[in-house]
């Protein structure tokens, strides 16, 4: 396993359209093995493979809902289903020291590929739900910051608590 470089906001990989996974192939592996270990060293919950300068539509992410919390790998994610209406503060490991509140739903549920090709369902609440959206949202070329409604000063956020980095 490796670190991976992670790009950051001026980047134009950032702004591409990544492509479907078709091969779930040894490639494939080393790249969710490799963005794991890099979310794990960033201290971030979510990391999109275009993050690291791969246009493919591959996602790692911490379920902070499980106990222990459990890292999901995403390959082919889509959100197929959102409730509620939420205002949180998001922060985006691409953009660093920068922290915004958006609208995200309060529960989300994705539809997704293991790295093996089989598909499955997985639903999440609060943060999950955020990072299920800010995540897939990468894929597409999008950032948080497109969507922030009022920027927030990284010293007045609770240590440990909101804007957590994706
Ligand atoms: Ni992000």
Known sequence: MALRKILTQGD????KHSRKVEKFDARLHTLLDDMRETLE?????????PQVGVLRRVVVLLDVN???????????????????????????????GVYGYVTRPTWAKIRAQDRDGNWFEREGEGIVA????????HLDGHLFTEKVEEY???????????????
Request: net charge negative; hydrophobic share 30%.
């Open 130 to 137: 955020q990072c299920f959206c800010h995540e897939t949202e």
């Open 41 to 49: 060293n960033s201290g971030g919950v979510g990391l999109a493979a």
């Open 12 to 15: 134009e990989q950032l702004l």
């Open 66 to 96: 499980t106990e222990p919390e459990e890292m999901v790998e995403l390959v082919n994610p889509e959100v197929i289903e959102t409730h509620g209406e939420e205002r949180v503060v998001e922060g985006c490991l691409s953009v660093p």
């Open 152 to 166: 927030v000063d990284p010293e007045d956020l609770q240590q440990g608590g909101e804007g957590d980095a994706e």
